[in-house]
């Protein structure tokens, strides 16, 4: 009897799950991608006994990528979604699993949400993992944040001209492993951000101001004793908040950072607004406008400074030409005022629209951000040409850019003096915490070359080809990368099949 009873309850089960599971529409969605690419001086620096691209890397690479997505789609007031990376995996390397026998434990969860919309209302809900981009219309992606992240956004629509999305992350918390004795783990090391963007949709003309505050934990960066000690351990997600929220020399072995104890919360605020103008096609006409700061209770650490670009483009039959340009705020010559570079809470997915090899601007697998990531202590202006196409299925992009650096010259002399090369790595060939891209002065200058070409093969698949080239200048008396400077230049081709 007992069996039978157990025979149907399970059947029960089965019959309640099975019930309301078949009224769920499940959708897939993926991408493979290959990549192979060849490329030397990825650093600015050869000799030296340097092989390979950087001296970490092979002049020659392989690599290759797989992402997949899984839709619950209920209604259109419910869904769910999680997004998987295997990858990237390069050809060859037993720590990706692309080594002899191939089963590395590569497989990452990217995203995992659920959207949900207010029963009645036009308020809608994402909650879990996901990826969110501060609004950008000139770049496409953030210089403040754009990345994946755990937390909850809030969207509500209230007319056709006006929306409103409020969000709370929480990009960091509980790895603090405590003092030596054990105590205190996990104890005030939260980063908490919030913020509001206001999309505004006009005639011809869209409108987006945005505001965004972070409290930080006095433990949040702190390894054991030392607030900013070079754990390894704790991740890459804590190194891309100490390179985004400390000055250059926010972290040096014989800082003031490396010491000193911090006992109260950090404050970091930003705020931009950002314009996207069609009214007078075919002249498109895009700007975003940014600045932020980040106070500790230690006054040297703090951090504070903004960022301006600008882009003009005029659509004809053969192409799309048109200029770039952006100048970003950098450190004077004074050590303990903290720094004058505008701080960023995450830009590892700032895949911005107007450099593909100085910076972040390569959606595929690539070699990139051979100046850095943020474009943070740096100014450039630059011509872009781009879909040009001869034939259906082939389109090309063209970039010239001028680089060049805003921060002191005499400050990296005083930083070298005082701290030394050995522990900061201020140069390219090393970078550590406080120094997120190649720390360019006003004395350096760099040319960028770049041409991209895109073949549609399919229409799921394409190749893409990059050919990208940069020259660096260096006219200060220290200089930013010491040893035998030469001409940083890559080649790539990465084929990407989706459906």
Known sequence: MKKLVTLLLAAGLAFGAAAPASAIDFKAKGEWMMSFEYGQNGNFQGGHGQTGYDGSEDEFNAEQRVRLQLDAV????LMGEVYFEIGSQNWGQASTGGALGADGTVVEVRRAFIDWAVPGTELKIRMGIQGFNLPSFAMDKSQIFTDDIAGIT?????CDNAGLTGFWFRP???NYKGR?????????????????????????????????????????????????????????SRDQLIVGLLPAWGYAGSATAATVKLDQYATAWWAGLTGDITAFDPIHIAFDVMGGAVQWD??????????????????????IPGIVGWYASGDDDDLGNGSERMPFLGAAGADNQFSNYAFDGIIGISREGAIGTSMAGTWGAGLRVRDISFCESLKHTFRFNVIGGTNSDNLLKKIR????????????SGRTYGVESLYMTTMDTALEFGLETIWQIYDNMQAVFNADYINLTQQGNSKVVNGDLRDAW??????????
């Open 154 to 158: 809030f969207s509500y629509k209230f």
């Open 490 to 499: 890559n080649l790539s081709v990465y084929f990407t099949y989706e459906f």
């Open 298 to 319: 230690e006054s040297r650490l703090n951090r504070a400074g903004w960022l301006a670009a600008a882009l003009v483009e005029y659509k004809t039959e053969w192409a």
């Open 172 to 174: 960091y918390n509980d």
């Open 417 to 428: 003096t005082r701290y030394g090369d050995s522990d900061l790595a201020i140069s390219n």
């Open 180 to 236: 030596s004795d054990g105590s205190q783990a996990n104890y005030m090391d939260n980063v908490d951000a919030f913020g509001l963007t206001v999309p505004l949709t006009f005639d011809g003309v869209s409108l987006t101001p945005y505001g965004m505050v972070a409290a930080i934990g006095p433990n949040a960066l702190r390894g054991t004793e030392n607030h900013f000690d070079n754990d390894s351990t704790l991740g890459a």
């Open 74 to 77: 209920a209604s259109e007031n």
